[in-house]
């Protein structure tokens, strides 16, 4: 298996930039009373992105072992806003011990962590490669581009877990009521079908995650 940094150097970066591009497009919104065409936003963007990829090109991996190294994959989902197979991250031994291994999020682990992480090799991950670096890259820039903001981000949680600990968390409920928002009935039935629609989206994609995960972990088994 190669690292998200080894994949990261080789890819196409136009290619990976245009899906990337494609999965997450640019909230031109944002700039309706800018004085900047599209045009120039989106090469803006895609400057900046350019020279993201070049930053993780050039950041020296983690060293990590079997109970930290995380390895991406991608298998089957189904769900309202899935265009493509669905990223995932666990961790190495977890593969080796279990069938159904935790997966976790990236959003805030360091740069030179991921860039050790491994990305399995199997047939659909290979297939979909730019989509899982794509969703690799917004993830782990979900606060933005550099380790900073990485850091930032971790002190926002911290900050906010301490509140909710200190119960100066106000409930959706209470907060409607103070501003006067009378609450929208519910439709039970409704809300019984919804309940089985998530609940047989969610044992459909957990049927690919396991399956998915029994290839990664016969690559393991070879490559130990």
Sequence with gaps: MKTVREWIKETDIDKLTDTYFYEYPIEYERYINSEKTVSEIKDAY?????????????????????????????????GRDMKN????????????KCGNPQTYSWILTDFDEIMG??????ESTIKSINDVLA???????????SQEDIEK?????EEAAKEA??????????????????PQPRDEEDTEMLGKIYSMENEYNQYWLRKEVEKVREQLNKKL
């Design 46 to 78: 895609r400057k900046r992105f350019y020279e993201f990829i070049e930053q993780l090109k050039s950041i020296e991996p983690k060293t990590l072992s079997d109970d930290e190294r995380g390895i991406f994959f991608c298998h089957k989902a189904y």
């Design 85 to 96: 197979p669905e990223t995932v991250l666990c961790i190495e031994s977890d593969i080796l």
């Design 117 to 122: 992480y491994y990305i399995a090799e199997t």
């Design 135 to 145: 969703q690799i890259i917004y993830e782990m820039t979900f606060f933005g581009y």
């Design 153 to 157: 981000g971790r002190l926002e949680l």
């Design 165 to 182: 600990d200190e119960g100066k968390v106000v409930s959706m409920e209470r907060a409607f009521a103070d501003l006067g928002i009378e």
